[in-house]
């Protein structure tokens, strides 16, 4: 299974963001176990960089992007997600970037805890909270 990361969800993870941090925690230590692919684009590495920094020390940032970079592929983005984003149907731009990326790379999930931004997703979407229900027996 392939799970595409946004923003949000990996902020809550190098931040530790409560109450959200279990939720992704977890994600990452099951799909370690489970050899679930979690990978997010490369917008999203720059952009969390951006919005950490603002947060907490820049060091400490620099060090969770590398731990991360280990456990997770980065993908790209090209001209033709941005084109595709520019005329979407999403209302936020980032979001569609974030859509087609994952689209173009064949995920099967996107997890977010922004999933008013991707009602127009043709990939599914959900929660943390949502993915970690969906996976319990």
Excluded: G, W
Excluded at 9 to 24: A, G, M, S, T
Excluded at 27 to 53: D, H
Excluded at 93 to 113: G, P, S
Excluded at 117 to 131: A, G, H, Y
């Amino acid at each position: 299974m392939k799970l595409f990361l946004d923003a949000n969800v990996v902020l809550d993870l190098i931040l530790k963001r409560e109450p959200f941090f279990d939720n992704i925690a977890e994600i990452v230590t099951i799909a370690e176990n489970k050899n679930f692919t979690l990978c997010f684009s490369s917008v999203t590495f720059v952009n969390v960089n951006y919005i950490a920094c603002k947060f907490t020390d820049k060091k400490y940032v620099l060090e969770s992007l590398k731990k991360v970079r280990v456990l997770f592929d980065v993908l790209s983005v090209s001209e033709t997600e941005i084109d595709k984003a520019l005329y979407s149907n999403f209302n936020d731009f980032e979001d569609a970037v974030q859509h087609y990326c994952a689209l173009k790379n064949n995920c099967d999930y996107i997890i977010t805890r922004d999933s008013k931004d991707f009602k127009n997703s043709e990939i599914p979407f959900l929660t943390p909270t949502e993915f970690l229900a969906s996976i319990k027996f």
